[in-house]
């Protein structure tokens, strides 16, 4: 069991920048960074996997870094560049022991089994 707690969310204005943090209770083998806007289903933002590889939705890329603090149990997402279109509750999601090498595989909604609670982004034009 993990628990994951993300913090960092807030209102931005178009163009503006925001960095979410996760931190976890204990040492993951991966990680993942999902966002569900009102009315719509949850998708599959970043992932990070066990060697530091990073996968990303078409969305997002150029605009977001997903990183990783070992040291610290801490997942982090950049988000530069923000868009009204990436308001939404981000959820950062862990697995405990899978290396996680499945490239978009791993952005699908049921493929990590840890969540957290989530923090909610809102951008403003």
């Known amino acids: 069991q993990v628990q994951l707690v993300e913090s960092g969310g807030g209102s931005v204005q178009v163009g503006g920048s925001l ?12 990680n993942g960074w999902f966002r569900q ?16 590889n990073t996968t990303y939705a078409d969305s997002v890329k150029g605009r977001f870094t997903i990183s990783k603090d070992i040291a ?13 279109e990436d308001t939404a509750m981000y959820y950062c999601a862990a697995d405990l022991f899978r290396s996680c090498r499945g490239g978009d595989r791993t952005l699908t909604s ?16």
């Not at 610290?72 to 009204?84: C, F």
């Not at 049921?110 to 034009?125: C, E, I, L, R």
């Open 19 to 30: 960095r979410l943090s996760c931190a976890a209770s204990r040492g993951t083998s991966c």
């Open 37 to 52: 806007a009102p009315g719509k289903q949850r998708e599959g933002v970043a992932s990070i996997d066990s060697y530091a």
């Open 72 to 84: 610290k149990n801490t997942l982090y997402l950049q988000m530069n560049s923000l868009k009204p």
């Open 110 to 125: 049921n493929y990590f089994p840890y969540w957290g609670q989530g923090t909610q982004v809102t951008v403003s034009s």
